[in-house]
């Protein structure tokens, strides 16, 4: 009822990664490129390739509290920046520290441990997006990346009732943060969002569940953008791919 009526839906965008699971996906997105030599599924690497968020805060002359990423997994602290420090992270179950140190972030720091989730290495989504929220309000840094988790960490233990439980948590939150940003002055009419998926699922009763190199329709995705650069041009089958989202990402940014 918002995105598809005020920004482009993107229906038919593929993974161009061969592993087709996060890690690989989450650094296409973040790199502009498959990395299947580097990066073979998930395991605890630091990412080679410097981000978009790296690229970013280096040509704007940032600091690194300006570009930001909160991730509900833990691996973002290696997916985020090829170098540590480059850009402001939180991940996992790290706490709060400067400049997220609002009393509301130390109040969400104390809460994480408490709110489980499937996946221990994973904090519960609703912590990640309420810290991400919160540093929006109180630093107002220029680009920001959201990593959300449990629709997969629910899917995987085919839990379909909690799956579609945590889309519509995902739903609701979008619409909060984007109430957000039109409200704010630094932000509103001057910000584009951005929305997308690692990986995509199997096509069957059987395979849903599932993801990976050799499951049909887990190179599937979709991406959404709304913001005040693109036209209202609804729901599109053109042909995309994963890799399209970090130069869309810089050239929204001039």
Partial sequence: TTLAARGLVLENVRVTNAYRVSYPG???MLTGRAQDEAIRGNDPIRNPTPTVLEFVREKLGLAPEQVALFGSWDMFDLIGASRPGAVFL??????????????????????????????????HDYVTFAMALEYLRTVHPRLMHIALGETDDW????????????????????GELWAF???????????????????????TELDWSDHGASVPGADRIWIAVLGPDTPPAGISSAPAFQRDIAPTMLELLG
């Fill in 90 to 123: 939180n991940s996992g179950f790290d706490e709060p520290r400067p400049p997220a140190t609002s009393p509301r972030l130390l109040e969400l720091g104390r809460l994480q441990t408490r709110v489980l989730t499937p996946e221990r290495p994973v904090r």
């Fill in 155 to 174: 899917a995987h233990a085919r839990r379909y009732d909690r799956v579609l439980e945590m889309i519509g948590e995902f739903d609701a939150c979008l």
């Fill in 26 to 28: 989450y650094s296409e």
């Fill in 181 to 203: 940003l039109q409200s704010d002055p630094e932000y509103r009419g001057r910000t584009t969002l951005l929305l997308a998926t690692d990986h995509g699922r199997g096509l």
